[in-house]
């Protein structure tokens, strides 16, 4: 228990909290996006279902995030998976929802909470395992304390998106906005891209419009579709 008294241990337990605070909005934010269309008894239980499947991916990716990130082209299909999700997250709830199994929205929910989480995640783990300089007690407390942070931050969203629809533009164009600057740190693309402050900022900037743009487009195409769509009598 010696590691008790020692400053450097909470010092690296502080930067590992304060580093779960700065990045668990990311993750809230998806988990509120994916959630806001399923009914009030199923967002508690597709929230902690896909923090749980995060969780479980971030301890696995704690052992490999090292060489994940030196493979190339890896980040570029991650970027990419992110820019569809933030847009797929943009869309309103079908009309015919109410004829898909209840099941369907809540599993595929939490589908899109795992899989955005695993793409963002990397640089999170890699962050937090930085600070807990290889103490393996540090790094199980920054996922332990990331839980509770996730799970109130995504239920605090949800309720903003509930109050505000429109902030779900926002939280898309976050999307994007991560999806840009993971693009361009791509190990294979890092050659071809000039050394300018400007690179990162501008990729991200590009990310997050391309998502609030083609939102908006797909969600323009639905409503004409289904103006045109004829009224059935009965």
Same mark, same amino acid.
């Given at each position: 228990?010696?590691?008790?008294?020692?400053?450097?241990?909470?010092?690296?337990?502080?930067?590992?909290?304060?580093?779960?605070?700065?990045?668990?909005?990311?993750?809230?934010?998806?988990?509120?996006?994916?959630?806001?269309?399923?009914?009030?008894?199923?967002?508690?239980?597709?929230? &902690?279902?896909?923090?749980?499947?995060?969780?479980?991916?971030?301890?696995?990716?704690?052992?490999?995030?090292?060489?994940?990130?030196?493979?190339?082209?890896?980040?570029?299909?991650?970027?990419?998976?992110?820019?569809?999700?933030?847009?797929?997250?943009?869309?309103?709830?079908?009309?015919?929802?109410?004829?898909?199994?209840?099941?369907?929205?809540?599993?595929?929910?939490?589908?899109?909470?795992?899989?955005?989480?695993?793409?963002?995640?990397?640089?999170?783990?890699?962050?937090?395992?930085?600070?807990?300089?290889?103490?393996?007690?540090?790094?199980?407390?920054?996922?332990?304390?990331?839980?509770?942070?996730?799970?109130?931050?995504?239920? &605090?969203?949800?309720?903003?998106?509930?109050?505000?629809?429109?902030?779900?533009?926002?939280?898309?164009?976050?999307?994007?906005?991560?999806?840009?600057?993971?693009?361009?740190?791509?190990?294979?693309?890092?050659?071809?891209?000039?050394?300018?402050?400007?690179?990162?900022?501008?990729?991200?900037?590009?990310?997050?419009?391309?998502?609030?743009?083609?939102?908006?487009?797909?969600?323009?195409?639905?409503?004409?579709?289904?103006?045109?769509?004829?009224?059935?009598?009965?």
């Amino acid at each position: 228990m010696e590691w008790l008294m020692q400053p450097e241990f909470w010092m690296a337990l502080a930067q590992i909290i304060a580093i779960d605070i700065l990045l668990g909005g990311d993750n809230a934010v998806v988990i509120a996006l994916a959630c806001r269309h399923l009914p009030e008894p199923q967002r508690r239980r597709a929230i &902690f279902g896909g923090v749980a499947g995060a969780i479980v991916l971030r301890i696995l990716l704690l052992f490999f995030a090292l060489q994940l990130l030196a493979l190339p082209f890896l980040k570029l299909a991650g970027a990419l998976m992110l820019l569809w999700i933030g847009i797929k997250l943009l869309q309103p709830e079908p009309e015919e929802a109410h004829k898909v199994a209840a099941g369907a929205g809540f599993f595929s929910a939490i589908k899109t909470i795992v899989i955005a989480d695993a793409v963002m995640s990397l640089d999170n783990v890699l962050a937090v395992a930085g600070a807990a300089g290889g103490n393996l007690l540090l790094v199980s407390l920054g996922v332990l304390i990331s839980i509770p942070i996730i799970v109130w931050g995504s239920q &605090f969203v949800l309720r903003l998106l509930d109050r505000y629809p429109q902030v779900v533009l926002l939280g898309g164009g976050l999307l994007g906005w991560i999806a840009g600057g993971m693009l361009v740190t791509d190990v294979a693309l890092a050659s071809w891209l000039p050394e300018s402050a400007w690179v990162h900022p501008l990729a991200s900037a590009t990310g997050a419009t391309l998502v609030i743009a083609g939102g908006l487009l797909l969600n323009r195409r639905q409503r004409l579709a289904g103006a045109s769509r004829p009224e059935v009598h009965s």
